[in-house]
T-cell receptor
Framework: DQQVKQNSPSLSVQEGRISILNCDYTNSMFDYFLWYKKYPAEGPTFLIS?????DKNEDGRFTVFLNKSAKHLSLHIVPSQPGDSAVYFC????????????FGTGTRLKVLA | EAQVTQNPRYLITVTGKKLTVTCSQN?????MSWYRQDPGLGLRQIYY???????DKGDVPEGYKVSRKEKRNFPLILESPSPNQTSLYFCASSRGWGEVFNEQFFGPGTRLTVL
């Protein structure tokens, strides 16, 4: 049973436009959400995170929105650049005494020049 | 340079032959973790450690062992590897688990094939 779902395996966007990557979750014990970017043959790198008590966090071109009632979060990239082409993973932290991380299956973003 | 290193980067082995994948970080991080990445399944946490001598199971711990005898090292042990453990493995570490310490730094990955 997938607790963190990224329902879009891939997304193509024109350079300069907005990229919106979505993530849904089912577990109410998640207290932090994170986004990672992964290039081929490399390990994932951290992009941005948000606490479950907030609804928005912004860092440069990247903004994460959290809708707790819908159990949904999204990553907005504005403007999109060709170097943003990568696989994006949504992750959630479960706080139940210890700290465990659940990742989604990833969305491959392609930014077209 | 701050980094997480994994060795080996590539390994082909046979069923039942014990192996260890090493992981080391030079950032004095408290939290370390192992993940496997499989097509269509994303990253799944195998084991994690919040401190020396403290380890906990992630979502897919079966067939794996870990130890955390020193802060910097977190080896992954496959006592009797099987073909379903063929995967891409990542080690990761983070400074802690508070709000500003959530960021995990990942190693470059170890591609394991079990024949």
């Amino acid at each position: 049973d997938q607790q963190v779902k990224q329902n879009s395996p891939s997304l193509s966007v024109q350079e300069g436009r907005i990229s919106i990557l979505n993530c849904d979750y089912t577990n109410s014990m998640f207290d932090y959400f994170l986004w990672y970017k992964k290039y081929p043959a490399e390990g994932p790198t951290f992009l941005i995170s948000i606490s479950s008590i907030k609804d928005k966090n912004e860092d440069g071109r990247f903004t994460v929105f959290l809708n707790k009632s819908a159990k949904h979060l999204s990553l907005h990239i504005v403007p999109s650049q060709p170097g943003d082409s990568a696989v994006y993973f949504c992750a959630a932290r479960e706080h139940s005494g210890t700290y465990k991380y659940i990742f989604g299956t990833g969305t491959r973003l392609k930014v077209l020049a | 340079e701050a980094q997480v290193t994994q060795n080996p980067r590539y390994l082909i082995t046979v069923t039942g032959k014990k192996l260890t994948v090493t992981c080391s970080q030079n950032m004095n991080h408290e939290y370390m973790s192992w993940y496997r990445q499989d097509p269509g399944l994303g990253l799944r946490q195998i084991y994690y450690s919040m401190n020396v001598e403290v380890t906990d199971k992630g979502d897919v711990p079966e067939g794996y062992k870990v130890s955390r005898k020193e802060k910097r090292n977190f080896p992954l042990i496959l006592e009797s590897p099987s073909p379903n453990q063929t995967s891409l493995y990542f080690c990761a570490s983070s400074r802690g688990w508070g709000e500003v310490f959530n960021e995990q730094f990942f190693g470059p990955g170890t591609r394991l094939t079990v024949l």
